[in-house]
Structures are given as C-alpha cells and as structure tokens.
C-alpha cells in the first residue's frame, strides 16, 4: 500500500501546489489594479534583450492619453528610482517613485494617515513624500512620522502622509515604497534626461471598463505612434492585465501538469508493488488456494477473490495517501503565501486511478492463482 499511499499524496499535493500557485500568480497581477494597461519603453524585441531599453515615454505622453483617449479612466506616469533614505540616525533603502495623484485609484493604493501627493505638489514641486507602511516603521517606529523631515540625496522631504500595507508583488516589497510628485522626482532627484519633456518609467492606465481592454490599448498604441511619429517599429509597448494573467496562468498550468505527471510515476510505481506483494501472496497461499478448489471453489472464484484483494488493497492505500495529500496543501497554506486549493476532481481521480490500478496490476497475480491444480496445489503444501 506505501507505493499507492505516496503516489495518491504525490498527486494530490501536486496538483493543490499547482493550483494554490495560479491563484497567488492571480492574485499578484490583480493586485496591481483594475483593468490595467502597462505602457513600457522600448519596442516588445528590446523588452526581452539584455540590455535596458531606451527611455522613449514622457509625462505629456499621459497627459494626452488622458486627454485624448475616450475609453480611459485615469492615467498614472511612474518614474523610478531606488536610494537611501534617513531620519535621524536610521536608514532604509526606499523604492522612489514619482508620480501624480491618480496613482492611488489606478494602482489601488489607499492611505493609512494623512494625505497623499495633489496637483498643487506637482505645479509647486513640492519637497513632500508619503512613506509606505513598512519604510515609515523602519524609519520611525513608534513615532508619528507625519509632518516630519526625512532626507533623500541631500534633500529634505516632509513626510504627508503613510500608506495602507500593500504586501509584496512579483518579488516588490510595495510598503518599501517612498511616493513624491513626478515634477520633483524629475528635477530634484534624478534630474531630467530627455529633450522632449520629462522622462517617466513606465505610464500605468485604467480603463473605464473590462470590454474596452482591447479597445483601449488600440487607441493608446495608435495616439503614441502619432505623438512619436512612428513609421516603422514601435518605440513603446503596451501590455494588458488580461494578456499578463493568460500568459501567467498557461505558465502555471503546464507546471501543474508537469508536476501532476511526475507525481503519477509513484502510483504506477505502487501498482507495480501491489503486484508483486500479490504474486508472493498466491507463492504463500498456495494451500489455501487448492483447498478452496478442492471443495468446489471455481476458477472465477479465485480470480474474482484476489482481484478484489488488490482492489482493496490499492483503495485503501488510495484514500489514506488522499488524506495526506490534503492535509500537506492545508499545511502548505498555514506556512507560506501559497493558498493551495483542494481540487475534489483530483480528489476522485488519484483515487479512481490507484483503484484502477490496483484491478489492472491484480488480474496477473489473480489469473496465476486461478490457474493453479488443486492436486498439485494440495501435494506442494
């Protein structure tokens, strides 16, 4: 029964492990907001070069997509930067990011305490920042961090507001994130690069609903173009939510396949077992068998007697493996991010397979015992 208990749990465990993988991968992509559209430098070949892709977008390029395109909700041009930031004597590696105030309904960010960045901030280029959840316990701990001065490259930021936890994000700590108006980001911080305005990261866009997705993204790409007056290879990439989640999610179910398949090796391993421990078994009951013979038991009562020893013998091994394989995912929930899923269909197949298997691998040792001449069964005892 061990092949078939380590088999069933293998699979189960597998395909929990698989399935607890594409809801995490669901939830991280859905954590970056609502019906969203990545606007990326760089054609889609240099996005998957090496080397790092020219910085073509600018902040008038989401001021006209916000102007110009009817099917969007709201625009959040992103520059970023990582560096030091101190209070004090403590220090905390922040994630710098400048942007405008529709960052908070595009990317879903709430604040916890004070406010965020406003348009005033952005036309005065106020010094302001507010800290992510994390990076303002690590620079202030218990102190109330609002109304304070941190410093960034030698400059100071008053601190306006802290951050709702956000959790991590495909390997981003978001609490780390330190936020300031782009205009300040670009002029006092990292200073500016392009001729053509001020340079931005990436450009974050919501769709005012799910079925202009593809609509949208057909009207961005086609106002940059435009504005960049492109002929030939685009100088930018727009990626959508729905794209990112297919993709993302074809990933994980080949792995939950690969995984499952390599898990189901064990059953057919177990079956093997079942076999060969059945086999051994007509070897040792060789006068039980030939009593029963002699004393009218048929040939199809003796199959039918060690095909369902086997059968037995492989569901049983079949619903204890289940119970490990179900408590291993629970457990696996409990210690770390990965919420893995009972699938009852996973459930019901290792189980109807190791059954399946143990009839398959049973008939042999079965047809063996059937076979066996009562008398020559009888005289070898």
């Known amino acids: 029964m061990l092949g078939i208990i380590i088999g069933n749990a293998s ?13 995490f991968v669901n939830d991280q992509v859905n954590s970056l907001g609502p019906n969203i559209l990545f606007i990326l430098p ?17 902040l008038a390029d989401a001021d006209a ?65 507010a800290l992510g959840s994390e990076l303002a316990e ?25 951050m709702q936890p956000k959790g991590t994000s495909f390997g981003t700590n978001q609490d780390m994130n330190a936020f300031i108006p782009v205009t300040t980001m670009a ?23 799910q079925d ?36 993302l999610g074809k990933i994980t179910g080949a792995l939950t396949l690969m995984l499952a398949a390599t898990a189901a090796i064990s059953l ?34 003796i199959l039918i007697q060690f095909i369902i020893e086997a059968v037995i013998l492989s569901a049983a091994g079949g619903l204890v493996g289940t119970a490990l394989g179900v408590g291993g995912i629970l457990l696996l929930g409990v210690l770390t991010p990965l919420e893995g899923g009972v699938s009852a269909a996973a459930i019901m197949i290792a189980v109807g397979v190791s059954g399946g298997i143990g009839l398959f691998f049973g008939v042999v040792p079965a047809r063996r015992a059937a076979g066996l001449d009562p008398i020559v069964a009888l005289r070898s005892a």
Do not use: C, W
Request: hydrophobic share 40%; net charge positive; no cysteine.
């Open 11 to 23: 699979v189960i465990g597998m395909i929990g492990v698989g399935e607890g993988a594409q809801r």
């Open 187 to 209: 002029n006092r911080i990292v200073g500016r690069t392009s001729p053509y305005g001020i340079q931005v990261t990436f450009i974050s866009v919501s769709v005012k609903d």
């Open 268 to 301: 057919f391993v177990g079956g093997i077992g079942i076999m060969n421990i059945m086999l051994v078994s007509v070897t040792e009951r060789t006068q039980e068998i030939g009593l029963r013979k002699a004393i009218g038991a048929s040939q199809q009562d």
């Open 138 to 162: 690590k620079l202030f701990g218990d102190e109330d961090p609002l109304g304070k001065q941190v410093r960034l490259k030698n400059i100071s930021l008053k601190v306006i507001g802290v």
């Open 42 to 58: 760089g054609s889609p070949e240099a996005q998957s070069r090496p080397v790092y892709p020219p910085q073509t977008l600018v």
């Open 65 to 129: 997509i916000a102007s110009q395109v009817p099917t969007v909700e709201a625009v959040a041009p992103t520059l970023n930067s990582s560096d030091l930031m101190s209070y004090r004597n403590k220090n905390a590696s922040a994630s710098v990011t400048g942007t405008t105030p529709e960052f908070l309904p595009v990317r879903s960010f709430d604040v916890a305490r004070g406010r965020f960045i406003t348009d005033l901030d952005l036309k005065r280029q106020e010094n302001v920042v």
């Open 212 to 247: 202009n997705l593809r609509a949208a993204q057909f009207q961005v790409e086609n106002l940059l173009r435009l504005r960049h007056k492109i002929v030939d290879e685009d100088d930018f990439t727009v990626r959508n939510q729905k794209d990112l989640l297919d993709t």
